[in-house]
T-cell receptor, first 114, second 115 residues
């Protein structure tokens, strides 16, 4: 079955430290890949997306993600985390031109220590 | 990205009453909108796909007579929770599909509390 896995439920990093959030998908072809961020009580904001081309994509707020076909992964990274980055992060995919229907991972909650 | 609004942002109602939530696409015409439900500390669950001018497509297990969706214009979709019960209390989020980008943009969500 098609699925998205975010292995880490909760991650805590120190402010200024680097961050990597993991995302793996299960699908026969390359899906469209997205990372969204949700602050408490808010909707989702698009950080970045990958459809094709350069496998390293840059997003907003200093985030980037790298698509690795061999690992079916699309991990999110940030070189230096800020306290305002504390939020819930969702990886999502669109499989095979399904009219944009997103399949979400369960999310990773990021806490930032001062 | 696209700008999406939802109204109200939160609502408290009595059990048995109906509640209408609006989702508006503010800067482009959206043929397709989505409605999601999110329980605390969980991911989003797709409830239905709303297509302008036609009936919504509901996900398995979502009662279409309970959650009425109307997408009467290219900028507005509404979700009406009919005869609400406490178990309907949740965070409801809509999104619009920007088809040229194959990307969904989300509204800020509506928190519903049914007493």
């Amino acid at each position: 079955a098609q699925s998205v896995t975010q292995p880490d439920i909760h991650i805590t990093v120190s402010e200024g430290a680097s961050l990597e959030l993991r995302c793996n998908y299960s699908y026969g072809a390359t899906p469209y890949l997205f990372w969204y961020v949700q602050s408490p009580g808010q909707g989702l904001q698009l950080l970045l997306k990958y459809f094709s081309g350069d496998t390293l994509v840059q997003g907003i707020k200093g985030f980037e993600a790298e698509f690795k076909r061999s690992q079916s992964s699309f991990n999110l990274r940030k070189p230096s985390v800020h306290w305002s980055d504390a939020a819930e992060y969702f990886c999502a995919v669109v499989m095979g031109g399904s009219q944009g229907n997103l399949i979400f991972g369960k999310g990773t909650k990021l806490s930032v220590k001062p | 990205g696209a700008v999406v609004s939802q109204h109200p942002s939160w609502v408290i109602c009595k059990s048995g009453t109906s509640v209408k939530i609006e989702c508006r696409s503010l800067d482009f015409q959206a043929t397709t909108m989505f409605w999601y439900r999110q329980f605390p500390k969980q991911s989003l669950m797709l409830m239905a796909t709303s297509n302008e001018g036609s009936k919504a497509t509901y996900e398995q297990g979502v009662e279409k007579d309970k959650f009425l969706i109307n997408h009467a214009s290219l900028t507005l979709s509404t979700l009406t929770v009919t005869s609400a019960h406490p178990e309907d209390s949740s965070f409801y989020i809509c999104s619009v599909l920007y088809q040229h980008q194959e990307t969904q943009y989300f509204g800020p969500g509506t928190r519903l509390l049914v007493l």
